[in-house]
């Protein structure tokens, strides 16, 4: 950028700078303020390329996309087309054009790699369009360098690789990401029961037990617990076993504060014992 | 088979790659270079620059501090600090912290403490009852302040837009808890709770010591505090670099993901200082179930069982937002306190300076995060046992009825349908003749929740908010009579064995809303 340039970007941004804050007691600035300071900042400076981007990430996120567009297309005749790209990346997928979105997104970390909104855009992206290998790269660029991880990033990468059409071989790499999750944040009832439904699914009913036995100390042995292991003990046909998860929960039910999830597990509980005793 | 072999190659991949950063993200507090020796060191003669508890609970504490002192001290009783003295080393921790892990403490039983060289009278603090059982005094205190970060809020650089309003706040409930307190004048803050917005404008480190460490300084070397993330823990809405620098939007972030933080000071996305800060619990080692992340957790103070939601990441995707659900409903499950406390930011019901309608009041502008709150989750409080949901977002106070099943807009609501009612078939209002008791006459159930709004403890403002949502309670202290408070204040929650009662203190240290739940 040019000496003249950069002057003029800099008293342009200032401006933007004074028309955003100045006078203001504002916390929580709402869309309808934003939008009345971007369309002053743009009367203002008709040439700033950022003060369109940002008005059209505000139509795309409050869903006004004729006007989104306007602007994208605005803000690429005035500036380098990288810029736009991430917003307008987010505009092409908030509106499903998800092969549109890869573009942008791919324009974009071609010079900022590391940026993570994007990152995550992408994989979502390719997620959409079935390239689940894509898909995988990018959570995993993701979590590689992110410096902090929860449950739900290993559920949403084990859900992604479910939703390829081998199930069998699927099953074995989702359960590899969630105890991946495991090994990394610890056992957590949100990772060890989607494992534990994985395990059933494909009727490794030991796999089953044995997860969902670890939950008994994390969970204090809850009767709602007790209930999950007895579904499973159902499903692989050990009905004595189940029938002692039921009557365990039971009988700790009665000494827990009665709300009205535990009045439906109780009535869960009798429906399977009634089941069992058909079985048995 | 190509697909089936590309496939796992690319699951390979992605295994290698995370495996081998696995080492250097468990962020484990659980030990220490073991000095447990029986002498008092003498490493540094300065105060931290910020010095607080963590995890208090009935056997342990985390003293955490910045500063240049490398171990900590404690000590039985009153002080002072003697020769028997147990001292841990530290571990350093992010953010440039340390943290001493103290446990085989004794339950209910105060303690003083030093963190190097530096003692003082006000470093003290008494361990949690045993879990099931309420302190010796007979009462849980708890203190919860929501948007109060206004002691670092400028607008623009240097202008101070609401300067000394959360130190009022503060001295409000000084002020009441030496003179007014019914139960014990003085009484120690048992759970400190921060409802999210309290370090404006970005929650940024510094912000965080002008705000929190600066203000509360007292309180926090003596009571464990417990925060939940605001939006303006999350720095500015995310903006396109111009070529030059990002324009600031703060609070407005929408991200679900903790590793997207920006701020003024510093442009490239990374980790939200609140979880460098706080030292939470992943585990349930301090009651509660494991949740696997310090976005949300849970933790048994005494008989009062509390629960911190993330309804500013977690919520914002729907996976998150499912797992954190279903550890919710494992938790509660699990639960079997006299009492559950939950505490989010953004509210279920609200119609201050947000508006917790579906249908936005412009054509701009709803607040997902409230409106999936409320569908997804208010249905799991009135199933599994809730007492008592705290948010703020909104600056002001707002109280509800005794609520079961209002998920749609305000003007859904109907007080018979989704409140307790009173003799005369009206809204109870939860005091006086009409408090709560916990399995409702009327359902025979517990199965209702009291919601509250808490965020006027840093300013107070309502924009186009009328304080009008019909499921809140009248307000007899509002010269308006309408049905929230326009002031500054805080709650105090008081949990006895048998009664839970929540006060909205005002900054002269007035109380101006009473709630009672019985059982």
Redesign the interface.
Known sequence: MSQPNIIRARISLAVISLLCCAGHAFSHPGDEHKLEQLNAVITQQPSLQSAYIQRAALYTRTGNYPLAEKDFEAAQTLGDLYLVSHELGAYYFKIKKYVAAVNQFTNYLEHYPNHYPTLEYRAEAYREIGKTQKSLEDFSHFLETSPYTNPGHYLTVAQIILSETDQGNSIDDAISIIDLGISRSGNSPQLQSFAVQLEISREFFDAALTRHESLRDITSASPRWHVEMAEILVTSKQWGKARDQLNQSAVKLADYKKTPAREKLLIHIEKLQRHISDKL | ML??G???I??M???S???C??TA??NSITTFGANTSGTTPNTSPQKPERLFLQQISDVSVIIKWRGEAMQACLATGAGPLTEKTTCVTAKETTGRHKEALFEQLTADTAYVYSVGEYSAPSLRFRTAPPTGSPPKDGNVHVWIIG?SG?AT?Q??LGNY??PGEAKMVLDGFLKYNAESNPLLKNEAVDVFLLLG?NA??DGTDKEWQGAVFDLYTEILTQSAVWPTIG??EMGSG????????I??????S??A????YMSRENLT???IPY?DIFTLP???NVGG?????E?YYSFDYGNVHFVSLDSQL?AR?K??R???R??L??D???N?LDWTVVIFHHPPYTKG??DSDEKPS????IDTPIIDMRKEFTPVF????VDLVYGG?S?SYERSYYLNGHRGDANSFDEKIHSELNSDGKAATGYGGESYFQ?SPGSQ???KVVYTVAGSSG?V?L?KGKLDHPAHTVQQHDPERRRGLAELGSVVLDASSTELTARFINEKGEIRDTVVIRR
Not at chain 2, 382 to 385: A, H, I, L, R, V
């Open positions: 697909m089936i590309k496939r796992l690319a699951t991949v992605f295994l790659i995370i495996g950063t696995l993200q468990q948007d206004t809020e607008y623009p837009t609401h917005d404006y404008i939006n303006h995310e903006l396109n670099p111009t070529g030059t620098r324009v600031h939007y703060p609070g407005a929408l991200t993901n903790p590793n997207n996305p990374r980790r979880l992943t585990d349930g179930v494991a949740s696997g992340t976005q977690s995707d996976i998150q499912d797992a954190m279903g550890w409903i494992a509660l499950s699990s079997q300076s947000h412009s054509f701009l502008g009135e199933d599994y046992g977002h600056h399995v159930k517990d199965d300013k403002s924009k």
